[in-house]
């Protein structure tokens, strides 16, 4: 998922795949997350929760770097998907984004596993 | 952009200052804090601070972009990093009151055109990505002191990371 901007200078990568795992639509999420990237992730959670798919799991393993507006798109995105009736899911076995997740107790706000359950 | 002045076989030698500014957009943030973390490295910072360095400028620098979109203001986000004793990160924005004043935000983004003033739910997690930074940066960073607005200018995030022989800088 790369591309250029208007003035054709190239994008930072964000790299989102999608992949079912149980009952979950997970989004593997590569690359660095930041207030220039993180609107594609917050599309990718509306485009799902838009197909009807309301439990969402959010891997954040191979992530590279997050920043504060990533966790903001976290909490959107548990708060939206809350609100129809379904749940998300953060995916975490990366020590340096845990790090992160503890120190602002978003651990204990969001659903942290260290992998999306199979069942 | 000034390179560091360390004189590797006397302590330092003179306080080097890097400093720059950028247009207060996303696309330019990621910038800033590689080039944190470059000038970090390059100064001594040790490597095991190295991604504070970065996450910790890196959400200085979003705050005070959003700061500035929040108030359809333009003007430039000025970093500065200096090599002394320490090594010290200064992020300033133009932004006079504080965000979480700024009820009113149904207005935001008059004169930026900026569509995302639409956007509601990007509205409502920039808004609590800035509370967030300042979150992150408090439990990031030992050395921390945010300062102002004042009646002429915005707020300054300064932080602050140990080099290697600060403490025995009179080592001769």
């Known amino acids: 998922m ?23 639509a997970v989004i593997s999420v590569s690359g660095e997350i930041d207030m220039y990237t993180a609107p594609q992730l917050r599309e990718a959670v509306r485009q799902l929760s838009s197909e009807g798919r309301m439990r969402v799991a959010i891997d954040l393993t191979p992530t590279e770097f997050c920043d504060s507006t990533g966790l903001g798109v976290l909490i959107g995105a548990r708060r939206r998907l809350s609100d129809s009736g379904g749940s998300l899911l953060v995916v975490c076995a990366n020590p340096r984004i845990r790090k992160l997740l503890d120190l602002t107790g978003l ?12 069942e | 952009m000034n390179g ?3 004189d590797r076989a006397g302590g330092r030698t003179e306080a080097v200052t890097v400093r720059f500014a950028f247009t207060p957009a996303a696309a330019y943030v990621r ?17 095991g601070l ?8 890196g959400e200085a620098c979003t705050r005070a972009v959003l700061r500035h979109r929040d108030r359809g203001l333009e003007d430039l986000v000025r970093v500065e990093f200096s090599i002394g004793d320490r090594f010290i990160a200064k992020i300033t924005d133009n932004a006079q009151d504080l965000r979480a004043r700024s009820s009113g935000r149904i207005g935001a983004g008059v004169g930026g055109g900026d569509a995302r003033a639409n956007d509601h739910d990007a509205i ?4 609590l990505s800035e509370e967030i930074t300042l979150i992150v940066l408090g439990g990031l960073v030992e050395d921390l002191v945010v300062t102002g607005p004042d009646g002429n200018g915005g707020t300054t995030v300064s932080m602050s990371w140990p080099l290697p022989g600060s403490g025995s800088a009179t080592d001769h």
Do not use: F, M
């Open chain 2, 31 to 47: 910038a800033a804090r590689l080039v944190a973390a470059d000038v970090a490295a390059h100064a001594g910072v040790a490597t």
């Open chain 1, 107 to 118: 651990d204990k706000v969001l659903d942290v596993r260290e992998a999306v359950p199979s």
């Open chain 2, 50 to 57: 190295l991604d504070e360095v970065r996450q910790a400028v």
């Open chain 2, 4 to 6: 560091s002045k360390h």
């Open chain 2, 124 to 127: 409502e997690e920039d808004t």
């Open chain 1, 2 to 24: 790369r591309g250029t901007s208007g003035d054709g200078a190239a994008e930072p990568e964000l790299g989102l795949s999608l992949s079912e795992v149980g009952e979950y």
